[in-house]
């Protein structure tokens, strides 16, 4: 079901911690699909002066994660089960953009996939997730 | 080939910012695998409070591509062109532990696998990722 | 570029052993992408009746190497290095469709992907290939 | 829990129609792993003449699922929800041979590898498979 408050949930999402370590901002997360970016800098490079792979990786996987999020019921949430990566180009520009959106929605597995762009809207990676649907009130595990 | 200086090359490696960012270190090198660590903190978490995906895809990344480091040529470099992350528990530890191991090396692609463990050496997630072995000298691309 | 003679293309394609195994046949392949079918029967069903996974496993494989061919060079051929599927749902239905279609053209790597369908166009699984570009006259590997 | 009967149960899957399609053979599923072969001929050729990846793909299917059987419980079934596959050389070899084993057992998805040999061990190829555990009662789906 869609957000009851999408700009609250955004705000939520762009305060968490590892959003602000790697300068990870959530713009859109719609049934449709979500929208998100990473504004690169020297923090995000590797010993080779190129942005690090896990920077890719936890874009892909927000950008699914958060596509996910607005077809859940109130009381599920997921876990990621699966994570796969497809790196096309390296990275050459100062920021990336995440677009996810759902593939198929069963009843206990989710599947979604995410594309990577520079900033000249080319595309540089794309991934895909899977994620187990949990109820909220049971236990953890998985 | 071992690398000429493993000690050098950990210590380059150690200073490079993405490491530093998300505070992961390079303990070991070797043609027989590597072996990495994450000190976890809130830096790490995501709005759940929970350890972020792409933490542990960057050290699976990680521990991926140094197990293959030290079977390169002088003059050869790797690009990843996949990563597959399989989560397997969520992390409640205080540090997380990758070692990854080269799978298979062929000539021009050269497959790896890596495990993440928790300190008490429970497994949490395991990866494997392919990389294209490049010229150092050639231009880039791919 | 676009195969010289598509009909004479895939009438080889569909007198190979293997296509026939299976009753796997390529109805399209086109740069924009490929269309394959498999006339379910009893054949393809594992031990509890329902169709093997291996079956799905080569239709999304023929669909992404078959989207791939009109891409290549005269003296270019191809390998797959990696096969990714997710299995959506079980296939009820007499015949199942691949329809294949590149998703990057590197100049070593293709990456492509494909989608499975039943008869009433249900998505059934996706899957993701990507290939080694080789040239013909080199000698094999990897 | 280990199969009350392993001599049937392996009879009863290597009666099964795909099985006999591509002459695949379950020879162990123990609590530690599973091996199956498979005996090539011109029926498992793509138009190249060499063995379809297809092939490799139900053996490595078939290695993971047949590893997992013997862990589950009296109404539990597995469907299959992701196979990833990873392919080092072409088979040049009259047999191949899957290895199975289960890598983490959750409770609601079990993660199985599995890897293909040619007769002389060589690896030519690795595969990840991931299953969800179901209970045979309830009604299918995902």
Request: glycine share 8%.
């Amino acid at each position: 079901m869609p957000l009851k408050d999408p700009k609250l949930f955004r705000s939520e999402i762009n305060q968490s911690p590892f959003y602000k370590t790697i300068k990870m901002q959530l713009d859109k997360t719609e049934e449709k699909g979500s929208l998100l970016k990473i504004k690169l800098g020297r923090k995000h490079h590797n010993a080779l002066g190129i942005v690090h792979g896990g920077v890719v990786a936890a874009l892909i996987d927000s950008a699914c994660s958060m596509s996910v999020i607005p077809h859940l019921g109130d009381d599920e949430t997921i876990v990621t089960t699966e994570l796969h990566i497809q790196y096309y180009l390296s990275v050459a520009s100062e920021i990336i953009i995440g677009r996810g959106r759902v593939v198929h929605h069963g009843r206990r597995v989710v599947y979604a996939e995410a594309e990577v762009f520079d900033k000249e809207e080319k595309i540089i990676a794309k991934g895909f997730a899977s994620f187990l649907i949990m109820k909220k009130s049971a236990d953890k595990g998985e």
